[in-house]
């Protein structure tokens, strides 16, 4: 008898699969459904100190979770006041409704505004509290170490301020995510997204106008996380949460046998919607019975750097391997006056 029960956030829950943060979760009935198809926990999407900053919250309010107006209301046009409010009560009806873990997420700028809003999320009843750090750099003068350090001290202020669990969404783009990660990991974050998606513009030719929208993911991004989750598992404490391209039931396996804890979905539940669910699901079920697993936990890790296969192809020995023998393409693609030049 297969069973699906593993831990997000550190919170026992049913299903591995849980409905990252987006648009989707603003429908409760979209949720509901979600809910009852088999998503073992949901993601509200993020608050933003420019959301919160336009709140039209009572003074005796915004005494109490110390709101400070940190720029002035028409540098962000497209926030309609009273926002702030809106997300909150949101976050509570659903939380109310749901019988799986509500996590809340936020991103700000000032670090009294993250404690602030984190408390807020927190006071809605939400059983964790995603920081969305995939948010693009725009400051020449920020360098690496100082945004590494940042992240650090955000991490190390919620956790002293919230009596709910810290999970961190992090871009792949770091100089070295590894050591990047094990600060996070010594800073107390109980679970790492990895990975968020980070939004690119694009370029119209035609019209010559850039378009900044926010757009599913394609396939391919799934092999940037499971690689830096096999790699992490079991040489830092924080839980894994494997995130980005999961388009089916082999994909939660391959977060899985990486070593991720649980996988977060969005784009496959846009373009498929809820009912699709629980496919996904069918077909983790069909491959562990297909196995011989029992639990998730029967092969959870199994093929992270762990397993010597694994470490070798995590290694500059195996990248090398790789590129030299990178002439199988060449095989695979044949090109005439290539193939002539790579036999000279
Ligand atoms: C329409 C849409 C809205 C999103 N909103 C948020 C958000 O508010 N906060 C956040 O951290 N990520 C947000 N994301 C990113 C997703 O949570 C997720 O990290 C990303 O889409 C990669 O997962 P996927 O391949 O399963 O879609 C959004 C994605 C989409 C498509």
């Given at each position: 008898m297969?069973?699906?029960?593993?831990?997000?956030?550190?919170?026992?829950?049913?299903?591995?699969?849980?409905?990252g943060?987006?648009d989707?979760?603003?429908?409760?009935?979209?949720?509901?459904?979600?809910?009852?198809?088999?998503?073992g926990?949901?993601?509200?999407?993020?608050?933003?100190?420019?959301?919160?900053?336009?709140?039209?919250?009572?003074?005796?309010q915004?005494?109490?979770?110390?709101?400070?107006?940190h720029a002035?209301?028409?540098?962000?046009?497209?926030?309609?006041?009273?926002?702030?409010?809106?997300?909150?009560?949101?976050?509570?009806?659903?939380?109310k409704?749901?019988?799986?873990?509500?996590?809340?997420?936020?991103?700000?700028?000032?670090?009294?505004?993250?404690?602030?809003?984190?408390?807020?999320?927190?006071?809605q009843?939400?059983?964790?509290?995603e920081?969305?750090?995939?948010?693009?750099?725009?400051?020449?003068?920020?360098?690496?170490?100082?945004t590494?350090?940042?992240?650090?001290?955000?991490v190390?202020?919620?956790?002293?301020?919230?009596?709910i669990?810290?999970?961190?969404?992090?871009?792949?783009y770091?100089?070295?995510?590894l050591?990047?990660?094990?600060?996070?990991?010594?800073?107390?974050?109980?679970?790492?997204?990895?990975?968020?998606?980070?939004?690119?513009?694009?370029?119209?030719t035609?019209?010559?106008?850039?378009?900044?929208?926010?757009?599913?993911?394609?396939?391919?991004?799934?092999?940037?996380?499971?690689?830096?989750?096999?790699?992490?598992?079991?040489?830092i404490?924080?839980?894994l949460?494997?995130?980005?391209?999961v388009?089916?039931?082999?994909?939660?396996?391959?977060?899985?046998?990486?070593?991720?804890?649980?996988?977060?979905?969005?784009?496959?539940?846009?373009?498929?919607?809820?009912?699709?669910?629980?496919?996904m699901?069918?077909?983790l079920?069909?491959w562990?019975?297909?196995?011989?697993?029992?639990?998730?936990?029967?092969?959870?890790?199994?093929?992270?750097?762990?397993?010597?296969?694994?470490?070798?192809?995590?290694?500059?020995?195996g990248?090398v391997?790789?590129?030299?023998?990178?002439?199988?393409?060449a095989?695979?693609?044949?090109?005439k006056?290539m193939?002539?030049?790579?036999?000279l």
């Amino acid at each position: 008898m297969v069973c699906f029960s593993t831990k997000y956030m550190g919170m026992e829950i049913s299903s591995p699969l849980v409905l990252g943060a987006s648009d989707l979760s603003l429908s409760p009935n979209i949720v509901m459904d979600a809910m009852d198809n088999g998503i073992g926990a949901v993601v509200y999407p993020t608050l933003f100190e420019e959301v919160a900053m336009m709140n039209q919250f009572s003074e005796s309010q915004q005494r109490k979770y110390e709101i400070k107006q940190h720029a002035k209301r028409n540098m962000f046009p497209f926030v309609r006041h009273g926002d702030l409010h809106a997300h909150l009560s949101n976050v509570r009806d659903l939380v109310k409704r749901l019988n799986v873990p509500v996590i809340g997420s936020l991103n700000c700028l000032h670090p009294d505004a993250w404690v602030t809003y984190a408390k807020a999320l927190e006071d809605q009843g939400v059983k964790g509290i995603e920081l969305n750090f995939c948010v693009p750099n725009f400051s020449w003068s920020y360098n690496s170490k100082h945004t590494e350090l940042e992240q650090c001290r955000i991490v190390e202020l919620l956790k002293s301020n919230l009596h709910i669990p810290v999970a961190a969404k992090l871009s792949p783009y770091f100089t070295n995510l590894l050591h990047h990660v094990k600060l996070l990991d010594r800073a107390g974050v109980d679970s790492l997204v990895l990975f968020g998606n980070p939004i690119f513009p694009d370029i119209n030719t035609q019209t010559e106008q850039m378009s900044f929208d926010v757009d599913v993911t394609s396939d391919s991004i799934l092999h940037r996380s499971f690689p830096f989750i096999g790699k992490l598992y079991s040489n830092i404490i924080a839980e894994l949460i494997g995130s980005g391209g999961v388009r089916n039931g082999y994909d939660i396996v391959k977060m899985i046998l990486a070593g991720a804890e649980s996988v977060q979905v969005v784009s496959t539940v846009y373009r498929h919607k809820v009912e699709y669910i629980p496919r996904m699901l069918e077909e983790l079920k069909g491959w562990m019975a297909s196995k011989g697993y029992d639990r998730l936990e029967d092969f959870r890790g199994n093929l992270s750097i762990e397993c010597r296969e694994s470490k070798r192809i995590f290694s500059r020995k195996g990248y090398v391997d790789m590129m030299i023998h990178s002439t199988n393409v060449a095989k695979k693609y044949p090109l005439k006056k290539m193939t002539e030049k790579l036999t000279l």
